[in-house]
């Protein structure tokens, strides 16, 4: 099973509002990641948690906030988001960070942002 | 700087056609993997092949074929006898071994449609 799961799967917010995207996964990865990805382009990585540490963060602005409850479980809360942030976020696991670990991915979460 | 280009926006096949995705790579690191996605208008991001730049053989998994050409640093994707379910975007992407967190960097895709 290499099943990502995110909830919700569409999401529309005001500039004003706090939200937050779910992200889960049952295979006992120890990496995950968010993207974020504008339509016809390549995702752009975000971040990345390592054994539910915060190993990079691609100078991601700060209304976006990365959590890591527990192995199993990333969230990514938005507040006081810009129409330009509207997106596909889509989050991803693998087995750890070595090289030929395939990252898998979950079916994301469109968002737009009014 | 590692960078991947593919230089085929959209292509077009015949349904029960091969069809090949370019791919090319830079990178000074000695130890790299590559990967092809496919995105369907859906969404998600699919994984469908995984070389790496110490295997010996080009990689296969089932239509899904790699020719891998290290000299010429090309990775491309080879589909075989094209189904119309194949239609959507694809992306190579790239890791490399000294990269912190295993960050992946994809190329600006290509988007296939497959003809009936």
């Known amino acids: 099973d290499t099943e990502v799961t995110q909830t919700p799967k569409h999401l529309v917010m005001g500039m004003t509002n706090k939200k937050s995207l779910k992200c889960e996964q049952h295979m006992g990865h120890r990496a995950m990641y968010w993207y974020k990805q504008k339509a016809k382009k390549p995702p752009e990585l975000m971040f990345v948690?390592?054994?539910?540490?915060?190993?990079i963060n691609e100078s991601v602005p700060s209304r976006f906030s990365p959590e890591c409850p527990n192995s199993s479980l990333l969230n990514l809360h938005l507040h006081a988001l810009q129409p330009e942030d509207s997106a596909l976020y889509l989050c991803?696991?693998?087995?750890?960070?070595?090289?030929?670990?395939?990252?898998?991915f979950g079916p994301g979460t469109r968002l737009l942002v009014l | 700087a590692q960078k991947i280009t593919q230089t085929q926006p959209g292509m077009f096949v015949q349904e029960k056609e091969a069809v090949t995705l370019d791919c090319t790579y830079d990178t000074s690191d000695p130890s790299y993997g590559l990967f092809w996605y496919k995105q369907p208008s859906s969404g998600e991001m699919i994984f469908l092949i995984y070389?790496?730049?110490?295997?010996?053989q080009n990689a296969t998994e089932g239509r899904y074929s790699l020719n891998f050409q290290k000299a010429r640093k090309s990775a491309n994707l080879v589909i075989s006898a094209s189904q119309l379910g194949d239609s959507a975007m694809y992306f190579c992407a790239m890791r490399w071994i000294y990269n912190q967190g295993g960050k992946l960097i994809f190329g600006q895709g290509t988007e296939l449609s497959v003809k009936p």
């Open positions: 070389q790496g730049s110490y295997d010996q």
């Open positions: 948690y390592s054994y539910e540490k915060l190993s």
């Open positions: 991803a696991s693998s087995q750890g960070e070595v090289l030929g670990e395939t990252q898998y």
